[in-house]
């Protein structure tokens, strides 16, 4: 049972427009609420994070809001570069317990 | 700071063969996780290592064993390897919270 889901394994954005990434949870217990960008070749780098008692964290061009009665969340990019073009994951935890729980990524190509 | 560095950076085995994957951090956390990525499938957590001289599986521990050295270095081990090892192997370790800090990974292939 995936408790974290990205559910559109890839998107295509043109440089300067939007880029909104998604994903879902399934388990309520989650508090704490991560995303880490991929280069191919090399290991996820941190990217932004939000926790439970919020609904929006912003940090430059990157902002991620939080439904905790949907059980969403989604990474916005304003405005998407080409090096933007990676591979997204959002991660769930417990705050408890320092476990991160991943979902499956979703590519995002920046197109000039 | 190197931060997390993980040795080597490529391997290819033969079925049965062994090996260890290093790891090291030198951001003084206390946990340390070993992950595998393979395609469509995220990261998955192999085992995790909460403190210095502790360990615990993770979701995908059949056919590893893992040793936390020391509070610096936390080591994975296939014993007899299958293709199903196939994958990429990523360590990771944090501190307070739960914001991981990840290595550039080793690509391992089993033939």
């Known amino acids: 049972d995936q408790q974290v889901k990205q559910n559109s394994p890839s998107l295509s954005v043109q440089e300067g427009r939007i880029s909104i990434l998604n994903c879902d949870y399934t388990?309520?217990?989650?508090?704490?609420f991560l995303w880490y960008k991929k280069y191919p070749a090399e290991g996820p780098t941190f990217l932004i994070s939000?926790?439970?008692?919020?609904d929006k964290n912003e940090d430059g061009r990157f902002t991620v809001f939080l439904n905790k009665s949907a059980k969403h969340l989604s990474l916005h990019i304003v405005p998407s570069q080409p090096g933007d073009s990676a591979v997204y994951f959002c991660a769930a935890s417990r705050l408890a317990t320092d476990k991160l729980i991943f979902g499956t990524g979703t590519r995002l190509q920046v197109f000039p | 700071n190197a931060g997390v560095t993980q040795t080597p950076k490529f391997q290819v085995l033969k079925t049965g063969q062994s090996m260890t994957l290093q790891c090291a951090q030198d951001?003084?956390?206390?946990?340390m996780y070993w992950y595998r990525q393979d395609p469509g499938m995220g990261l998955r957590l192999i085992y995790y290592s909460a403190s210095e001289g502790t360990t615990d599986k993770g979701e995908v521990p059949n056919g590893y064993n893992v040793s936390r050295l020391n509070k610096r270095e936390f080591s994975l081990r296939l014993e007899s390897a299958a293709p199903s090892q196939t994958s990429v192997y990523f360590c990771?370790?944090?501190?307070?919270?739960?914001?991981?800090?990840f290595g550039p990974g080793t690509r391992l292939t089993v033939l």
């Open positions: 951001m003084n956390h206390n946990s």
């Open positions: 939000i926790s439970s008692i919020k």
């Open positions: 388990n309520s217990m989650f508090d704490y």
């Open positions: 990771a370790s944090t501190g307070s919270g739960s914001t991981q800090y």
